[in-house]
Structure formats: C-alpha cells, structure tokens
C-alpha cells in the first residue's frame, strides 16, 4: 500500500511565501513524475508544476518565474516554493505521484492542503 502525505500551506498575504511537502511512501519500484495540482473554489483541479526523476521541470504559465519546484529521490519528496503569492494562487494543492509498484504503472494523490492568499 502507498501513502502520499503532504505538509506546509496556509495562509499569508499577496506577496509574501509559503512552501508545501510531500512523501509518498510504500510499496514502491520506481517513481517517475512528481507534481502539483492546484483546486479554486468552482474551478476544475489545474496542473502548477511537474518534475521528472532527472530534475526537469514545467510550470503553468501563471506561476512561472514565481513558484520551484523540486524532489529529493532519496526521500522520495518533492516540494513547491510559493513566492509573489497572489489572491488568484488561493486553493487547495494535490501531490501527485506517477510511480510503479509490482503490479504496474500506478498514480497517487495527496490528501490536499489549503493555500489562502489574502489580498
């Protein structure tokens, strides 16, 4: 069985910084991409960042320039650094994790984390 547990958020003022974590533990082969998803009130869930296993990174034309992302293999962690936060950045993020288990190809979520931006 795998676990995605995620930690960080909260809530902070248009411009300032907030940082989330994520651990995805198990029973796990390999884990491929690492990403994150982010929620607003009545809007669908949206792709923010993504990382491979070598370090490549893409990012969601909105946060661009302002959010990093990042992973440590060996902990099997990936992370996003939240800058020049704005109001509209407000929402729930997901983890997400493509990974392999014995079985196959598997994908895994976190449990969720609420990010409020004040303006």
């Known amino acids: 069985q795998v676990r995605v547990v995620q930690s960080g958020g909260g809530l902070v003022q248009a411009g300032g910084s907030l940082g989330l974590s994520c651990v995805i533990s198990?029973?796990?082969?390999?884990?491929?991409?690492m990403a994150w998803y982010r929620q607003a009130p009545g809007k669908q869930r949206e792709l923010v960042a993504v990382?491979?296993?070598?370090?490549?990174?893409n990012y969601a034309d909105s946060v661009k320039g302002r959010f990093a992302i990042s992973r440590d293999n060996a902990k099997n962690t990936v992370y996003l650094q939240m800058h020049s936060l704005k109001p509209e950045d407000t929402g729930v993020y997901y983890c997400?994790?493509?990974?392999?288990?014995?079985?196959?190809?598997?994908?895994?979520w976190g449990q969720g984390t609420q990010v409020t931006v004040s303006s």
């Open positions: 990382v491979t296993p070598g370090g490549s990174t």
């Open positions: 997400n994790a493509e990974f392999q288990d014995f079985f196959g190809r598997k994908t895994a």
């Open positions: 198990g029973n796990i082969v390999r884990i491929n991409t």
